[in-house]
Nanobody, 112 residues
Framework: QVQLVESGGGLVQTGGSLRLSCAAS????????MNWYRQAPGKARELVAN????????NYADSVKGRFTVSRDNGKKTGYLQMNSLKPEDTAVYYC?????WGQGTQVTVSS
């Protein structure tokens, strides 16, 4: 059974940092690119960042470029989203995605 389990969310003040993790099991982790999405209340889910299978290529939404860094450790079957200089508009539930699989989401709240 494939599972993606996110962790690392929480409440942080503006300008703070968080690191999200996405641990995979039951899945050959290195066979898929990893995507991080977020969904704020009343808004559509949006792609925040993605990273290729072996980490050689990354892409970011304009809204997070320069502040967020996506990475992965295929040996640990875990992906990461380092979020710095957080803003209130980053408040959302963050999801990791590989192939057709999704994590349960982790809440990130940035207070002003």
């Amino acid at each position: 059974q494939v599972q993606l389990v996110e962790s690392g969310g929480g409440l942080v003040q503006t300008g703070g940092s968080l690191r999200l993790s996405c641990a995979a099991s039951g899945f050959t982790f290195s066979t898929a690119a990893m995507n991080w999405y977020r969904q704020a209340p009343g808004k559509a889910r949006e792609l925040v960042a993605n990273i290729s299978r072996f980490g050689g290529s990354t892409n970011y939404a304009d809204s997070v470029k320069g502040r967020f860094t996506v990475s992965r450790d295929n040996g640990k079957k875990t992906g990461y989203l380092q979020m710095n200089s957080l803003k209130p508009e980053d408040t959302a539930v963050y999801y990791c995605n590989l192939a057709t699989y999704w994590g349960q989401g982790t809440q990130v709240t940035v207070s002003s």
